[in-house]
């Protein structure tokens, strides 16, 4: 079947969804054109590209892209295409030019896309070619950053990057906050994770907190189970920090809280969140009384959330300092992307225990983001199953509190769901 | 100089080891797989061919025994959903040797005669790992290398390092150690 502006609507409803959302390609066609194609999305941080002509690649939804500074320091995100037949220009992760060069015919380009060059030109001439018309180009897409994290979107009239993200925004600038000189790079490299799932499910986990007690208590059992053996006198272990709070109560969740915003953003925590009760380095203490005193430290270091999505394509862990980057591939298959981040400024422990937040909950060996992906992978299974239609998310329906910019409930409703899916259909029917 | 060649003996116990551990593995088997370890022993698979540090820069996998014995743990618990699956490995290794060949050699060979403890070498080898997991067979290849220690007049695995050939890849779930 194909699509009306009417009945995608209606593969939205207040209390339920479609399952046509997670398993039908042409639905994850339109998405990527609609959502993907108009929302802001995250490409890197700028700490990736520190010099003149470092560049990163990557797919902004299943088109190349290449994030590159220029000698004037500005970045760019453009098209990893060339003019001419439309080779890629650079297809390494990472790296440094002096130009773009193409492997094919050896078109060259500026730093900032502008075609430079093209081999023996006289055969162009009174061909009705022009070298200099942009259309000829590596072609920009629009791109905006916030303390160093850069978006870039294919909408030609997109709403300013700070508008966009709202009060979402805030846990951004807690995540730069918690450094004492304001300022975070990314470090310790990336872990790639490929999902057997649609993109949507990774997502719709986030500030679901239900789930931790059940798809998590056989590695908090675990932890505890051994701990349990050790004596009293032991050193304290990170680890004993990280993992015991994803089994903690429905209760503790619910006092958690969920908040919405305006195009799909969410986070749930805020006065505490299951990372508030980490230990705090002394060493790390000290440089953030003397950056800010003790009242703007204490506010920093007590805004505790846990997952923050900017919808659809970046989630922050700002109390941990790493995030996760959503790339889709198909209607069943998602890579996650896993980033750590420095604290400038503070000691290298605070990036040692990211790096090993990252490995203990986010890597493809971890005992904790393995349950998570069996878990969308059954709910991608079974939703191949016509018993229904329709996936249920009625928690606390009607009890979303309007604040104006924001709406709030408790830690355990499903506002995250119903703040996700308003934004999926106003993109995917407005921007039709 | 003389060149030093270590004993058939001392050779063969070492390739034991590391047949008894890919056995251990093969079944799935961490309970018998964490004795092979010393109690500070550590498994390690970087992310990055070459990486230098497990702690600053990611990992698929570090673990000190703390982790190991909170993974052989929770490989068995009832609950954990994706263990659900069977885990069926078949570890080949070969091209077994050691790491600094005269000297190495040399070190594994004394501590063979004097059956002499906290004598240390550090021995690579290469792997295949056929892995079935959640109806899907994985081939992982790449190298090992393996510190290995006397103690209490047998060779102990005090260092494991995993270097996949396609580490850097967008993997799946690793379900278990390699």
């Known amino acids: 079947m194909s699509y009306s502006n009417a009945s995608i609507a209606d593969l939205v409803q207040p209390t339920k969804l479609h399952r046509n959302l997670y398993v039908d390609p042409q639905v994850f066609d339109l998405e990527m054109q609609r959502i993907w194609g108009n929302a802001w999305i995250y490409i890197g941080h700028d700490s990736q590209v520190p010099q003149p002509g470092d560049y990163i690649t990557l797919n902004y939804g299943s088109m190349p892209v290449v994030m590159v500074r220029d000698r004037q320091g500005a970045v760019h995100v453009l098209h990893n295409r060339c003019g001419h037949k439309g080779a890629k220009l650079v297809d390494k992760p990472c790296g440094k030019v002096s130009a773009f060069r193409c492997c094919y015919h050896g078109w060259t380009y500026k730093l900032d896309g502008t075609l430079a060059g093209v081999p023996h030109m006289a055969g162009y001439e009174g061909t009705g070619f022009d070298k200099s018309d942009p259309q000829y180009s590596m072609q920009k897409l629009a791109s905006s950053s916030h303390r160093g994290f850069v978006f870039a979107t294919l909408n030609a009239n997109p709403p300013t990057l700070r508008d966009w993200m709202g009060g979402a925004g805030d846990v951004l600038d807690n995540l730069c906050d918690r450094s004492p000189e304001g300022e975070v790079e990314a470090a310790g490299g990336v872990l790639r994770y490929e999902h057997e799932c649609n993109w949507k499910l990774f997502l719709e986990n986030l500030n679901d907190t239900m789930h931790p007690m059940v798809v998590h208590q056989s590695v908090v059992d675990a932890a505890i189970d051994y701990i349990k053996t050790l004596p009293e006198d032991s050193p304290r272990r990170d680890e004993a920090e990280i993992i015991p709070p994803f089994g903690a109560s429905y209760e503790a969740f619910e006092a958690t ?10 986070y749930d925590g805020g006065k505490t969140s299951i990372h508030a009760n980490y230990s705090v380095d002394p060493d790390y203490e000290r440089v953030m009384l003397d950056a800010y005193g003790p009242e703007r430290t204490r506010e920093i270091l007590t805004f505790n959330t846990h997952n923050t999505l900017f919808y659809p394509s970046l989630t922050i862990k700002s109390a941990v300092q790493n995030i996760r980057v959503v790339r889709p591939i198909a209607v069943d298959r998602t890579v996650i992307e896993t980033w750590s ?5 503070a000691p ?8 090993l937040y990252s490995r203990l909950i986010n890597s493809n060996g971890s ?17 191949q199953s016509s018993a229904s239609q329709w996936v249920e998310m009625h928690r606390n329906y009607g009890a979303d509190q309007d604040l104006g910019d924001r709406l ?6 499903d506002l995250d769901m119903r703040t996700q899916y308003a934004a999926w259909k106003q993109y995917m029917t407005e921007a039709a | 100089m003389t060149q030093v060649v270590a004993s058939d003996a001392a050779i063969r116990e070492i390739e034991q080891l590391l047949y008894q551990e890919a056995s251990y593995l093969d079944a799935a088997d961490l309970d018998g797989w964490i004795d092979l370890y010393t109690q500070d022993g550590t498994y390690w698979m970087p992310v990055i061919p070459d990486q230098e540090s497990p702690l600053d820069h990611i990992s698929l996998f570090y673990d000190d025994r703390v982790l190991m014995e909170v993974r052989r743990r929770n490989i068995k618990h009832p609950r954990a959903a994706s263990k659900d699956y069977p885990v069926r490995c078949s570890h080949i290794i070969s091209n077994i040797r050691f790491a600094d060949e005269a000297d190495e050699a040399d070190k594994a060979d004394k501590a063979d005669e004097a059956d002499e403890d906290d004598a240390s070498c550090t021995v690579h080898s290469n792997f295949h790992c056929l892995m079935y997991y959640n109806g899907k067979q994985t081939m992982y290849g790449g190298r090992y290398t393996h510190e290995l220690v006397r103690q209490d007049g047998r060779w102990m695995i005090r260092h494991k390092r995993v270097d996949l050939i396609n580490c850097d890849a967008a993997l799946n779930t690793i379900i278990i150690y390699i």
Do not use: W
């Not at chain 1, 981040?341 to 400024?345: A, E, M, N, V, W």
């Not at chain 1, 290298?348 to 790096?355: D, Q």
């Open chain 1, 367 to 383: 005992m904790v983001g393995p349950d998570d992906l069996t878990a969308y992978f059954r709910v991608q299974q079974g939703l």
């Open chain 1, 341 to 345: 981040f420095r604290l400038k400024g």
């Open chain 1, 408 to 413: 709030v409930n408790t830690g355990t409703s």
């Open chain 1, 348 to 355: 290298e422990s605070m990036l040692r225990r990211t790096l």
């Open chain 1, 257 to 266: 809280g969920i908040t919405g915003f305006r195009y799909g953003h969410h």
